[in-house]
Structures are given as structure tokens and as C-alpha cells.
């Protein structure tokens, strides 16, 4: 049988192969699940993607589960999901919502909720969840007396409000009259080891909610990012290093490098917006530093969790060694018995707990208060060593079978020694022909329009212009109508302008209409991407009012905000509406898709 000509010719062979493996009902449900995926292509609402198709009819409140997610990195993504799939393999009725999707008016309906939330920062939502937690936490929420619940947290403890955002959905379910199933749960970076156990018990309660009313499962398909390949998080691919290169100057006080990456032979597939995964190591130097700190033998045998291997392999290749959290330094009081940490550890000392969690490392805080330690302590006291993401800045069809990305090196000096990220420091010691593990991690809130024509605002701050490299490579290759203006923005012109020549490039072959620079440190009043937006307020608002979709990739703690804050400023002074109006606008800006952040 002929394949039909809008299956591309290299498709052939693979779908062929794939076909012969299977037996009949394989290759019914594979029918369905490519029917699932085209469906959900299809744009309803422009550039904001279906989460799931269900064949069936929606249940009754009554008779399902609804599972709620905010994630800003996909980890509460990928738990939501398994919970999803688990649950729907008991038979049990169901359904998966990002929180953007979520009707806000069916709340009140609800009796059985569960919600997965990641905590973006110190103690803010994830950008998909903000204007879900704004309605829960507002006047308008519903009274919610037949609601049973339970919260499950994502965060990171080197911050001090750790899971703050699940903690306050908890407690504000509670507070409308909800009946709480389990205790919040919340899990730190080594996820699992929280996850785990509050899904066992929420599969359990489900099924006691819901068995009354199960029914065989029913056909839901969830249209995941396709992965021809077997490489995933888990296991990830070999990736070889083709070039590791400095794009700053001499003069500069950054050390940012673009890398080139094969994906040769791994089926890995990535869209503009997606991110790089890496699995780092960590540096022999700092491995042996944290052993002579705590007077212990690399070679010493440790078995934690039923895994037995080498000290010096638990530290440098499961365990985080440059990230100091507060768990840590509650178990290294408990053995040093210093007046001066416990002190640092109490309530009312948040804020130098922040101050201190952020300027030192591990050996610092091993050093400062010195004890000994057993290896096996050791090992279970720190948090196990989890990916990096990097936004990818590169678009497949230009680039074929590489991924680049533009890494900045977090490398300083204290104490006269060198201090590092660990991630940032083994891709920027990774010398050409190197291998690096790597996953794909599609971000599907962080996607062009799906509209060419649509005219596309960008904005990035140092290594925050990495999708917008993938993103007008894209648009070029696609030959898209629509307009390309891109706002950047680092310390100075001569060192700091990164990939000048590519938007130089760009500018001449009609592949970028504007660009506007903001370098900081170049005059003696700070300039930054959020004064340019300002600047070219009326035009910005055109574009927007127009159509245009607007991007922001950076920091999340201050480029993002002080951007924010400014596009708040435009909507007041060039639309004439007051701050509540300006926040509703840019509310609807992000329901539609039109808004889209990709912060860290």
C-alpha cells in the first residue's frame, strides 16, 4: 500500500518496520492514539494545546477523579500524569488538567480533587497556575462542602518557602470546607521520594471515592511530545560534544559559552521552546574537598536504599554538592551542636537562613561548623543530584540532527577558592568529543503561534535569548509572514552582545524586523530590557492589540518581574485602563496563549 504524500518519504520505512511488529489490537490502539494526537493539533483556541481527548463522554462530577497541575519545568507535569495513567488503569474515571485549562466555574461541582503544584522560586505558582491560584485564594472562590481533597508540592528546599504555594492551596481548600484526604505532601528535588508514597495512598483513596461507580477504562488519549526514540529522563542518550565556544569578550565578567550537541542515531525530536535536559557530574575537585571535610574514604562502601556502591560515586555522580538547603543544615546541627547554626535554623531568622543559603555551598557550611560524619550519613543527609534544564537554541529543521544551547558558566571566587554550578561547569569543562546525558523536555506552553502570519515580541536577557535564536531560525526556515521583534539585553555592547552577528544576519535577510538593545552598564544610568519596552510602548501595544504573541525568557526573580511590571505600565498608559484592568489584560493574554514565559 502506497503511503499517502503528506507522510514525508523517510517516514516510510519506520512506519512500516513499526507496523510489523505488532499484532491487531497494537495497531488499533496506535490508530487511535495518532487520531488522538492530530486531534488535539488542531487549534481551537490559537497556540494553546489540548492536554488530553477523551472518547468518552466527560463523567459526572460525582463519578471521577479531576487531577489539577501547575508546572513550570515539567516535574509536576510528568507525577500528574503517572497519577492519571495509574488511576485510569484501575478502571476508575478521570481526567487531567493543566491549571490554565481548568473552567474555574466547575470547581464548585467538584468532589474529588487532586492538585500537583510545583513552587516557582520563593514561594511563587508556576506561570500555568497563576490565574488558578489567584481565583482559589480571591473572594470569588466557592464554598466547597462536598470536596474531597489532597495537595501534592513540588519545590526546592535551598529556598525558604519551600512549597509555599501547596501549602496555601491546602490550606485554603480546607478553609472553603473541604475535607482534606492526606496531608499536603511536599517533596523536594528528589521527588520520588515523597511522590511516591502520596500516590499510593491518593490511588487508595481514589479507589475507595470512586469504585462504587468504576467502569472499564475508557479510551483517553494524552498527546505527549512524540519521541521516536527510547532516550528519556531516565535514560538518557550519549550526546557528543561538537563545539564548546565563548561568545563573550576577554573584557567581560561573564563566561558564556554556545555548545553544539549530536543527537545523531537517538530519535530525539524537539520543537522551538522545548528544553535540554542534562544529567551533570560533579568535579573530582569538589568530591574530594567534601571527603577531607568530613574525613572520609572515597573507596568506603555505603549502601543507602538497597544500592550499595563506592562513597566517591554516591557524591560524585547521585549527589548534590554545590546546592545548600535547609535540610542539610538541620541534619548537620543535629551532629555539630553549634549555638550559631541552631540560631540560623530558627523561625525568626528567615531571612538571614535566605541570606546565608544563597552566598555559600556545601564545603562552606562543612567547614564553618566541622563534625564528623559516617558515609552512610552522609550520603542520606544530602539531596540526590537531579537534571538541568536549558531552554534549547536551536531549531531542528535548521540545524538537523544537533541541539545547541547557550550556557552561561556559574563560576566565582570565595574564600580564594573557585566555586561553581554543577551543571554549568561540566558542560562548560566538556571539551569536543565529550559525551553528555541528555533528555528532551518539551515545554508546550512556550510554543510559536500557530499562525505564521501572527507578528511574534521577544524578550531576553543574557542566556534568556536562547529560544528566541531557535525561535527566528524557525520562522525563517518556515519562510513565516509575520514580524519578528526581539528585545535583548546584557551588561555592555563590545563583550556582552551575543550571537551580534547572526541578528546583524537576521536584520539584512528580513528574517528579524527590530531589535532593541539594552546594555546596562554602558552609560552611567542603568538600562535594562524593561526601560526599551517602555520606550516603544505605543508600537508594543499596537502589536499586541493586533495579534502579536509576546515571549519572555530570564530570570524569574528579576528580569521577569521588572518586565511584567512594565507591560502592566504600557496597558495603563497606551490602553487607558486602571491596574486591575491592565491585570486582566495581561490574565488574557496568557489564557490565549499570547503570553508566554520561560523564567528560572
Known sequence: MLAPNYLPEAHHALIAELASTLESPGLHWLSGYFAGIAQARQPVRESVPPLSVAVAPVADAAQRLTIV??????????????????????????RLVRADQYKTRELKDEQLLYVVMSTQGDGDPPDDAIAWVEFLLGKRAPKLPRLKYAVLGLGDSSYPAFCGISQKIDARLAELGAQRLQDAGTADLDIETVALPWQTRALEQAREALQSTAAPPQATVTPLHPQAGTFTRDHPFQAEVLLNQAITGRDSDKDIRHLELSLAGSRLRYEPGDALG?????????????????????????????????????????????????????????????????????????ERLAAYLDTHQLIDALRQWPTRWTGPALVAAL?????????????????EDEVHLTLGHVLFEREDESRWGVASHFLAESAEGDTVPVFIEENTRFRLPADASRDIIMIGAGTGVAPFRAFVQARADAQAPGRNWLF????????????????????????????????????????????????????????????????????????????????????????????????????????QGRYARDVY
Request: with cysteine.
Open 278 to 350: 542534562v544529567w551533570p557530574v560533579q568535579d573530582d575537585t569538589l568530591v574530594a574537598r567534601i571527603l577531607e571535610a568530613c574525613g572520609l574514604n572515597a573507596a568506603e562502601p555505603v549502601e543507602h536504599q538497597d544500592t550499595r556502591r563506592p562513597l566517591g560515586e554516591w557524591l560524585g555522580r547521585y549527589r548534590e554538592l554545590t546546592v545548600l538547603t535547609r535540610p542539610f543544615l538541620a541534619a548537620l546541627a543535629e551532629r555539630a551542636q553549634q549555638d550559631a547554626l541552631t540560631a540560623l535554623l530558627a523561625p525568626d531568622a528567615r
Open 488 to 591: 535583548f539585553g546584557n551588561p555592555h555592547f563590545t563583550s556582552d552582545f551575543l550571537y551580534q552577528t547572526e541578528w546583524q544576519q537576521a536584520l539584512q535577510d528580513g528574517h528579524l524586523d527590530r531589535i532593541d538593545l539594552a546594555f546596562s552598564r554602558d552609560q552611567a544610568d542603568r538600562i535594562y530590557v524593561q526601560h526599551k519596552l517602555l520606550a516603544q510602548g505605543a508600537d508594543i501595544y499596537d502589536w499586541i492589540q493586533a495579534g502579536a504573541h509576546l515571549y519572555v525568557c530570564g530570570n524569574a526573580e528579576r528580569m521577569a518581574r521588572d518586565v511584567h511590571a512594565a507591560l502592566l505600565e504600557i496597558a495603563r498608559d497606551q490602553g487607558g485602563l486602571d491596574e486591575e484592568g491592565a491585570r486582566q489584560w495581561l490574565d488574557d493574554l496568557a489564557a
Open 69 to 94: 497541575y501547575g508546572s513550570q519545568t515539567g516535574n509536576a507535569r510528568r507525577v500528574a500524569t503517572a497519577l492519571h495513567e495509574q488511576v485510569r488503569a484501575q478502571g476508575l474515571e478521570t
Open 383 to 399: 539531596r540526590p543530584l537531579t537534571p538541568r534544564l536549558y531552554s534549547i537554541a536551536s531549531c531542528a529543521a535548521a540545524v
